[in-house]
């Protein structure tokens, strides 16, 4: 799992946040088979961040491999016109990265529920080739 660092807090009943008239922020989130069926829209970009060799053994066809550790010094890769639709492998990384998106203003995010395991579940296609630019774990 995924350490934390420099954690400042925490809600320990959420819902006397939440009843105290605070405002919660909401990821929003899509199906692998609204992106299935969107996918060659060119309406997104597919944001891939599980690590390198993860993304080398299988990954969406056309998603952009940037490991959620190395986000915040990538973010000039990242377009603020279109929706970013991010995944890992089950969505807790998934879900960290678009916290670290929508911290840096990022207002696009929306992240794959299930991410690439209910992927191949569902039987979509994946391929295993190298794109042309890939931030590589350090």
């Known amino acids: 799992?995924?350490?934390?660092?420099?954690?400042y807090g925490y809600l320990p009943d959420i819902d006397v946040w939440r009843n105290a008239g605070n405002?919660?922020?909401?990821?929003?989130?899509?199906t692998?088979?609204?992106l299935h069926d969107n996918q060659t829209s060119g309406e997104q970009m597919i944001l891939d961040v599980r690590g390198i060799s993860e993304y080398q053994e299988s990954h969406i066809e056309g998603a952009v491999n940037i490991h959620v550790g190395?986000?915040?010094?990538?973010?000039?890769?990242?377009?603020?016109?279109?929706e970013i639709v991010?995944?890992?492998?089950?969505g807790i990384r998934s879900s960290l990265a678009a916290s670290i998106l929508n911290g840096e203003g990022f207002t696009n995010v929306t992240n794959l529920t299930g991410g690439f395991v209910q992927w191949e579940q569902?039987?979509?296609e994946t391929v295993t080739n190298q794109p042309e630019e890939l931030v590589e774990d350090k």
């Not at 799992?1 to 954690?7: A, C, E, K, S, W």
């Not at 991010?86 to 089950?90: G, P």
């Open 1 to 7: 799992r995924i350490g934390l660092d420099n954690v």
């Open 23 to 30: 405002e919660l922020e909401v990821l929003k989130q899509m």
């Open 32 to 34: 692998v088979c609204d």
């Open 70 to 82: 190395y986000l915040k010094d990538n973010l000039e890769k990242l377009p603020k016109e279109k």
């Open 86 to 90: 991010i995944h890992c492998m089950t």
């Open 122 to 124: 569902r039987g979509f």
